[in-house]
T-cell receptor, first 111, second 120 residues
Framework: GENVEQHPSTLSVQEGDSAVIKCTYS??????FPWYKQELGKGPQLIID?????GEKKDQRIAVTLNKTAKHFSLHITETQPEDSAVYFC??????????FGSGTRLLVRP | GAGVSQSPSNKVTEKGKDVELRCDPI?????LYWYRQSLGQGLEFLIY????????KSGLPSDRFSAERTGGSVSTLTIQRTQQEDSAVYLC??????????????????FGNGTRLTVT
């Protein structure tokens, strides 16, 4: 079945620096790739998503890139702020309606 | 507006007991999902409801797990004869419609804050 791998598992950056999280997926039929942010004690919240007919999408300080040939996609956060500290999950929707999630990246932004 | 509501927020139970976890989706959302999140892990799909269709139970880990969705709205996840390995956060999510494949960002998943289950 569909498998999504995510790395790194933890990431520590200095405030103002950029952070990059990478994911790979196995189902070549996948066509929807959302990213979720989860703060402590809360459910994941959608922050950005991309469809397979688009290579890049940007929303203020966050951007997502997709390489369908290589079957990987990445989240880029620029000018990181302490409030960006959270766990980030990538996900992919393949030949089904189910979102398959990566294992998460714990991002720490140091003031 | 109101988001996805889950209750209880925390549940401690003894091994062997049955538990029921409740999810109130966003009003009007036809699709409802249950996921399980073990400590430090990703989200594991459990079950999916879409309208009046038969649910997709392919992610349920054992026959001790079951779920219902009454009247196309509220859902209950039941775990019978709980085991320590059942300890996790159980997350419910809903979306306007279930066709994520084609609906994509027009119908994102909205998650509740989860129920933290601890089996002692």
């Amino acid at each position: 079945g569909e498998n999504v791998e995510q790395h790194p598992s933890t990431l520590s950056v200095q405030e103002g620096d950029s952070a990059v999280i990478k994911c790979t997926y196995s189902d070549s039929a996948s066509n929807y790739f959302p990213w979720y942010k989860q703060e402590l004690g809360k459910g994941p919240q959608l922050i950005i998503d991309i469809r397979s007919n688009v290579g890049e999408k940007k929303d203020q300080r966050i951007a997502v890139t997709l390489n369908k040939t290589a079957k990987h996609f990445s989240l880029h956060i620029t000018e990181t702020q302490p409030e960006d500290s959270a766990v980030y999950f990538c996900a992919a929707c393949g030949s089904s309606y189910k979102l398959i999630f990566g294992s998460g990246t714990r991002l720490l932004v140091r003031p | 507006g109101a988001g996805v509501s889950q209750s209880p927020s925390n549940k401690v139970t003894e091994k062997g007991k049955d538990v029921e976890l409740r999810c109130d989706p966003i009003s009007g959302h036809t699709a409802l999902y249950w996921y399980r999140q073990s400590l430090g892990q990703g989200l594991e799909f459990l079950i999916y409801f879409q309208g009046n269709s038969a649910p997709d139970k392919s992610g349920l880990p054992s026959d001790r797990f079951s779920a219902e969705r009454t009247g196309g709205s509220v859902s209950t996840l039941t775990i019978q004869r709980t085991q320590q390995e059942d300890s996790a956060v159980y997350l419910c999510a809903s979306s306007l419609w279930g066709d994520i494949w084609t609906g994509g960002g027009d119908s994102p998943l909205h998650f509740g804050n989860g129920t933290r289950l601890t089996v002692t």
